[in-house]
């Protein structure tokens, strides 16, 4: 069985920052590439940002140069850096991560970004 395990939502002022992570475990054989994805309400799921096993990184335009995404391989640890935050980034972030050669959806964490 693997899980992922977000943390580290919540509200922040417009221009405020958060640190997303999600940790994966269970019976690892093969971990590939994880993401961060976000629902706002009433629209589609979207991809934030994702990143390979080996470090390359792709962002969505609207986060470019406020996000970052890292990933720590030996604790299985995807994390998502947010700065400068905006009233549109108010979603439920979800981590996606390939694992075993399937995809897993973490259980999604709110962050609510004030004006």
């Known amino acids: 069985q693997v899980q992922l395990v977000e943390s580290g939502g919540g509200l922040v002022q417009a221009g405020g920052s958060l640190r997303l992570s999600c940790v994966t475990s269970?019976?690892?054989?093969?971990?590939?590439?994880g993401g961060w994805y976000r629902q706002a309400p009433g629209k589609q799921r979207e991809l934030v940002a994702n990143i390979s096993y080996g470090g390359t990184t792709n962002y969505a335009d609207s986060v470019k140069g406020r996000f970052t995404i890292s990933r720590d391989n030996a604790k299985n640890t995807v994390s998502l850096q947010m700065n400068s935050l905006k009233p549109e980034d108010t979603a439920v972030y979800y981590c996606?991560?390939?694992?075993?050669?399937?995809?897993?959806w973490g259980q999604g964490t709110q962050v609510t970004v004030s004006s």
């Open positions: 996606n991560v390939l694992v075993n050669w399937s995809h897993y």
């Open positions: 269970g019976r690892i054989f093969s971990i590939g590439v």
